[in-house]
């Protein structure tokens, strides 16, 4: 269980986090999702007590981390893969990390096993591919056995049987009851791996909801809708408390225009209604439609659709 | 498939296990110390330079002894000169003490051992100790090394001391503590500036650039300069032979462990505050 209330943290002028509370729960992956520089990964820093934040609190299992009495025990993360001093075997790595909480030497062999890196544990960690690193920072959440686990983006540099591998053991470790909270940029990836997701964008907290809830959220509410009466239309949807925006593509083969240059019918997205509402609202006014299609955003477009407005760092001439 | 060997987490976890220990830390700095290279390196080097150096420097000055002039004679110190490869062995733990914990910064490894252990003065301290006994150990062995193979090499040209004439056990064991000092020293340097050349380059500037420098103050400037900069105050414990202007063994030993004091200080403070 990780709590937090109000956090703010505040680099200069930058708002990194803009007050964020959020409650994240045992027995479920929660995905912590955001486009880069979001505030994810000083999210996390700010649970683990690296950094400290400019207001409110957090706390792990009703404890500020830092007044835990043997946090490797309670909390495991992995923020950066590659924060290792490459001069050190892997096994040393992982039995300093163990004696600083007074974990048994035996589980460092078994925390090897599990990761799969027994054969390489003699290796200093400079030679180890970004995969073999994230392994080994998989290794050291595991160390302690912990009730609440941390990954910052835990499957970036792995390959396909290693991607499918941490889902299968981020899922198994929810399975056991345990709080998993995983952040990613990439909406897809969580798709498949979180149950709940906690999204952010500058900073903010977005959306907080599982994530069936959003999908459903997303695709039921979004109507594309083309119409040479598109305005009034707009209007009459407005009025019935939905939302609409100009949509400037279509999903339907671009037809030749109708009715003569002049009169190209516009294109509207509606998010709020359902496509049969939209029909009725049309029918009932006498407007004319010529499409109408509810679109099945993906998971991927509904987050970048919420997101959009809180991407950082965008490149010019991106579409969105 | 592997995650089954992961024992599920009870409801009372926190009470099933023992709170971490300032001994844990100590396990776990000693680990990090002796796992990696530049530690033994390092070490080898100041045994070979202490020693090495030490028994060069004898030698040479041994064999001026008959040639130099009266007040050169007065002022002879066969101990002092036989320690006196450990002034130059004295950067290579400089800079080991400053890179067992810059490294950890330059890494991110300080991240995995901040959170393994937040309480940060936990790590500082532990660090320290670990690293002044290693330090204290390989101090003294070398500099009694030092003392006894200097020595033999005086013998014959010049006078040599003995471990039982006045102050030169005292010398020679006090060499060992200022090395011990100085690995504190540049632990807090480290934790301080956090950047491994940076700290590495404050350390040369404290223990010869800025000593250098002084050397061509006027006189008035220099002494109470010299007499009074940390690491050469420090130096005194090893003299036997105390010149003008220079402070008394133990007095000097004591203005190098109010300096690394006072670092030390600023370094926990901030390695408390700042955001790792």
Redesign the interface.
């Known amino acids: 269980m990780i709590e937090a209330r109000g956090l703010v943290k505040r680099y200069g002028s930058t708002m990194a986090v803009n007050d964020l509370s959020f409650c994240i729960r045992p027995g479920l992956v929660t995905g912590f999702l955001g486009p880069n520089g979001a505030g994810k990964t000083t999210t996390m820093r700010m649970i683990l007590g690296l950094d400290a934040p400019t207001q409110g609190s957090v706390t792990v299992g009703g404890r500020s981390y830092r007044d835990l009495p043997a946090p490797m025990r309670e909390v495991g993360a992995l923020l950066d893969a590659k924060a290792v001093h490459g001069g050190r075997r892997a096994r040393d790595h992982l039995l300093c990390l163990a004696q600083s909480n007074g974990i048994p030497r035996r589980r460092v062999e078994e925390v090897l096993r599990i990761v799969g890196l027994e054969n390489v544990a003699r290796r200093r960690t400079k030679g180890f591919s970004m995969g073999m690193s994230q392994r080994l920072g998989i290794a050291s959440a595991l160390l302690g056995d912990p009730a609440v686990l941390m990954f910052d983006e835990p499957v970036n540099g792995l390959d396909p049987d290693g991607i499918h591998w941490v889902r299968t053991l981020m899922r198994s470790l929810a399975a056991e009851g345990r709080t998993v909270l995983v952040s990613s940029h990439l909406m897809s990836e969580m798709a498949l791996t979180a149950d709940h997701l906690l999204v952010i964008g500058k900073g903010r907290l977005i959306a907080d909801t599982s994530v069936e809830e959003f999908t459903r959220s997303s695709s039921q509410r979004s109507v594309h809708v083309r119409s040479p009466q598109a305005a009034e239309l707009a209007a009459r949807v407005r009025d019935a408390g939905a939302t609409v925006r100009a949509g400037s593509t279509s999903p339907a083969a671009t037809a030749p225009a109708p009715g003569g240059a002049g009169t190209a019918p516009d294109v509207i997205e509606i998010t709020g209604m359902d496509s049969a509402e939209v029909g009725e609202l049309a029918a009932a006014h006498g407007i004319v439609l010529f499409e109408l299609v509810p679109a099945k955003a993906s998971l991927e477009e509904a987050f970048m659709e919420l997101t959009r407005d809180s991407v950082e760092y965008q490149a010019a001439g991106a579409t969105r | ?9 009870g409801p009372d ?2 009470a099933a ?5 300032f001994g ?2 100590l ?3 000693w ?2 110390l002796r ?4 530690t033994f390196w390092a070490l080898a080097m100041t045994v070979v330079l202490g020693i090495g150096l030490g028994a060069a420097i004898s030698a040479a000055t041994a064999h001026g002894y008959a040639n130099s002039s009266a007040s050169g004679k007065l002022s002879w110190d066969p101990t002092a000169v036989s320690l006196d490869g450990m002034a130059i062995a004295s950067l290579a733990i400089a800079v080991l003490g400053v890179l067992c914990i810059s ?2 910064y330059s ?3 300080i ?9 940060r003065g936990r790590v500082l301290a532990a660090k320290s100790l670990v690293f002044a006994a290693v330090t204290f150990v390989v101090g003294e062995v070398t500099s009694f090394a030092a003392f006894f193979v200097g020595q033999a090499l005086i013998d014959g040209h010049a006078p040599h001391a003995a471990l039982g004439d006045p102050g030169v056990a005292r010398a020679v064991a006090g060499a060992g503590l200022t090395l011990t000092a100085l690995a504190v020293l540049s632990v807090a340097a480290g934790t301080l500036l956090r950047h491994p050349a940076a700290a590495i380059a404050a350390m040369i500037a404290v223990l010869f650039v800025l000593p250098g420098i002084a050397q061509a103050l006027p006189d008035s400037w220099r002494n109470p300069v010299t007499e009074f900069w940390p690491t050469l105050a420090g130096g005194q414990l090893a003299n036997v032979y105390i010149s003008p202007h220079t402070l008394q063994p133990w007095p000097g030993f004591g203005v190098m462990c109010l300096f690394t004091a006072i670092v030390y200080a600023i370094a926990w403070t901030l390695l408390n505050r700042r ?2």
């Open positions: 498939m592997t995650a089954a060997t992961i024992a599920p987490a976890h926190r296990f023992p709170a971490a220990t844990d830390a396990r776990s700095e680990t990090k796992s990696v290279r530049s490294s950890e890494s991110g490894m991240r995995a051992s901040l959170i393994a252990v937040p309480k955001d790792a």
